[in-house]
DNA sequence: TCCCGAAGTTCGATTTAAATG
DNA sequence: GCATTTAAATCGAACTTCGGG
C-alpha cells in the first residue's frame, strides 16, 4: 500500500506539506502552484489513496451511518432505504445496514456494534414496532443524533419523522364516503402498534364530519405478531370472519396494504369481485399495490421522502456536533400522506 | 473517550498488559488470575470500548464487507440482503450497503469508498444487470474476496452464485404441460438479460423432452429496460398484443414474476380469468407472489440461501488471504430453484 | 526456561510549532 | 512579518523486545 510518506518521498517533500496540498487544507494557500503540481502529480503516479483508518483515528469522524431496520422483508422498507441511501450519498456519508428482526437481543448487540464504529449518526427504521420503552434509553444515552422514522416520539433526544396517520384514515374514509359507500367493514391495526390508534381517530372524525355510523359489527382488530408479513394472513382471515357474519358491506378499509391484499384474496375465495361487489382501500402504498390485481387504491405515503428528511435531520445534527453548538434539538417531522386512487375502489352504483 | 491508558492508570498495570488481557493474546497464559480480573473489572467499571480505528489501523482489518445492489427497489434484493444481512452477522462483519440503481458512475463511485474504507470482502447483487464487461475488470484488479449474485461468470477471481436457469425454464414449461396445457405463450426475457437465454434453453429442452410444438407466434420478447419493475408494464402490454392476436392459448410461462403480474392484470382486464380461462407462471418466487391473487405459481429462486452462499464464500476468501494461502480460486455456485404450485396454474378441463 | 510485566515502536495521516531565506 | 517548508507530537491500540524474578 502506498502511505502519504511514499508521495514525499516521490515528489521531493515531507510528508507534511504533502498532506497540505492534498487535503487543500488553509496553509495550502502559501504553498506555490509548482509544488502543488509537483504533489499533485507524484499521488496521481503512485495511485496514492489515504489511509481512512489513520484519518479516522485522527479527526474521530468516520463518515458513516448507522441504518437499523427492525424488518428488512417489510416491503414498507425498501423504498424508504432507497431514499436514505440516496440521501447519504449525495452528502458523501456511507451507511452501514443492520436488520433487528425485531429481536431486542440483536438491537443490543447491533447498536454497540454500531457505536463501535463511531457511526456518526443513527436512522431508525422502527416499521411494525411494538414499541419497547426501553430501547429509546439505549438510544438516548448513546448521544449520537438519531432519527426515527415511523415512529412517533414526544423525547427532544431523538428525531422522527412520521407520516400524519390521522389525516391517512381520514382521507381513506373520505374516499369511500364519497364513492357512495355507507356500509364499511374496517380492519384495524394492532392495538400495540402505534399507528393503530391514530389511523382510527382520523376514521371516526370523518364519520362524525359526514355523519356517518360506523357499525361496531363490521369493525375488526388484526392480532398482534412480530412479522410484518402476517397482516396479510390476518386480513384474509378477519375478512372471511367478516363475510361469514353476513353483515353485509359495500367496501372494506384496511389497516395496510397487506391486509387490503388479504381482504382482496378472502374477497375473492368467496365469490365477491373486487371492485364490482365490494370496495378495497389499503394504506402505504408498498410497491406491490400499483401491480396488483386489480391495482389497490391507497393511503400513500411519501417513503422514499421520509427517508431522505431522516438523513437531513441526522446530518444536520452531525454539523451541529462538529460546530459545538448543541442547540439543535430533536425534531419532529409528520408528513402529510396522498390518496392514490386505483381500480380497487369504485363508485357504488 | 475512555482509552485503554485510563484503564491501566485505574487497574494500576501497564497498557500492554491490559492489551493483552482484554484481547485474550496468547502471552495471556502467562498473566495471573488476580491480575486478569483487576483489569477486566477496570475496563467494566470504566466503561472501556476498544477505539476500532486504532485498531483497525494495527491490524489493517475492517471486519466490514461492501455490498453493491444494482438497483434496491427491484423485489428481488430483499431475500437475499436479509441472508446475507444474517451470515454476516453471525460472522461478525457489517455491510455498508450500497445501491448502484444501475449506473455506472454511481458503480465507480462506490467501489472507490469501499475500497478506501478497507472492507474485506465484496458482494454484487447483479440481478437485471445488463452485463458491461468493463465492470469486471475494476472488480478483478480490487484484489479483494468478491462474490457476484445472479450473474453468470467463467472468470477465476470473481466468485458466482446463481441460480440455474436453465432447469427452471425446464421445471417451468414441465409443470404446465404435466397440466395437460399445449397451446402456451411464452414471454421471455430481454435478449441483453444473462439470465433469458438459458431460462429458454431449458424451455426447450423440456419441449423436446415431450414432443412440444412451440408456436412462434405465441412467443414474446420483453424489451431492454434498466428499470427491473418495467418488466410489469411490458409483461402487460406484451399480453394485451398476444390476446389481439386471437392465436389462442391456455396459459403462458412469464419471464419473471413481475412480467407475470403484468400478464395477469391484461388477461384479466380482457375478460379472461387466471386460472380459469388461462393459467399464468411466474419466476423467482418474490415476496409478492404469494399474495398475489389469485398467488402465483412460479420457479423460486432460493434467495436467502443464496446470500448466504455469497458471504459464505466470501469469508473464506478473506481467511485464505489471512492465512496467505493464495490458493482458493474463485468458486462458482449453480444452485437449484424449486417450483411452487399455487393458484395461477391449474389442471386444463 | 518459565512467568510476569513494562518500555518503546509501529500503523498512516493530521496538525502544531518552528525553522528557513 | 512574510512565504515556504518541515520536524515532531498526536490519535489509540497492538506487538516486539527486553529485564527481572
Known amino acids: 500500500m502506498v502511505t502519504i510518506r511514499d508521495v514525499a518521498k516521490e515528489s521531493g517533500f515531507s510528508s507534511t506539506t504533502v498532506s497540505i496540498v492534498l487535503n487543500n487544507a488553509p496553509l495550502a494557500r502559501y504553498i ?61 456519508y456511507l451507511p452501514i445496514l443492520t436488520d433487528v428482526h425485531n429481536e431486542r437481543s440483536r438491537f443490543e448487540r447491533y447498536l454497540e456494534l454500531l457505536l463501535d464504529r ?142 387490503a391484499f388479504g381482504a382482496i384474496r378472502a374477497l375473492n375465495h368467496a365469490g365477491i369481485r373486487v371492485p364490482e361487489h365490494c370496495s378495497v382501500i389499503g394504506f402505504d402504498d408498498v410497491a406491490t399495490s400499483a401491480l396488483y390485481t386489480p391495482s389497490l387504491t391507497t393511503v400513500r405515503q411519501p417513503m422514499e421522502a421520509m427517508g431522505e428528511s431522516a438523513v437531513k435531520i441526522v446530518i444536520n445534527g452531525i454539523n451541529a456536533v462538529l460546530e459545538k453548538r448543541n442547540g439543535v434539538g430533536a425534531s419532529h417531522h409528520k408528513v402529510a400522506p396522498e390518496l392514490v386512487a386505483r381500480e380497487s375502489t369504485r363508485k357504488l352504483v
Chains 1, 2 share one sequence.
Open 118 to 259: 463511531r457511526i456518526e449518526g443513527l436512522i431508525v427504521l422502527a416499521n411494525w414496532l411494538f414499541l419497547d420503552i426501553n430501547l429509546l434509553g439505549d438510544l438516548e444515552k448513546s448521544r449520537i443524533p438519531t432519527a426515527m422514522i415511523g415512529c412517533e416520539l414526544k423525547t427532544d433526544s431523538i428525531s422522527s419523522v412520521i407520516v400524519d396517520n390521522e389525516l391517512g384514515g381520514y382521507l381513506a374514509l373520505e374516499h369511500l364516503y364519497s364513492l357512495g359507500h355507507r356500509k364499511i367493514a374496517f380492519i384495524r391495526g394492532p392495538r400495540a402498534l402505534i399507528d393503530s390508534s391514530p389511523r382510527w381517530r382520523g376514521i371516526r372524525r370523518c364519520a362524525r364530519h359526514y355523519e356517518l355510523e360506523l357499525d361496531p359489527r363490521l369493525v375488526v382488530d388484526l392480532p398482534e405478531s412480530r412479522d410484518p408479513l402476517s397482516s396479510f394472513e390476518a386480513g384474509q382471515k378477519l375478512t372471511e370472519e367478516l363475510i361469514r357474519l353476513k353483515h353485509s358491506f359495500t367496501a372494506l378499509l384496511a389497516f395496510d396494504d397487506m391486509s
Open 32 to 92: 506555490p502552484p509548482a509544488t502543488k503540481n509537483k504533489i499533485e502529480h507524484a499521488a496521481h503516479k503512485l495511485g496514492y489513496r489515504p489511509n481512512q483508518f489513520a484519518r479516522s483515528l485522527r479527526s474521530k469522524r468516520s463518515h458513516t451511518v448507522g441504518v437499523m431496520v427492525f424488518d428488512m422483508t417489510d416491503p414498507y422498507c425498501t423504498l424508504v432505504l432507497r431514499g436514505i441511501e440516496n440521501t447519504l450519498y449525495q452528502a458523501s
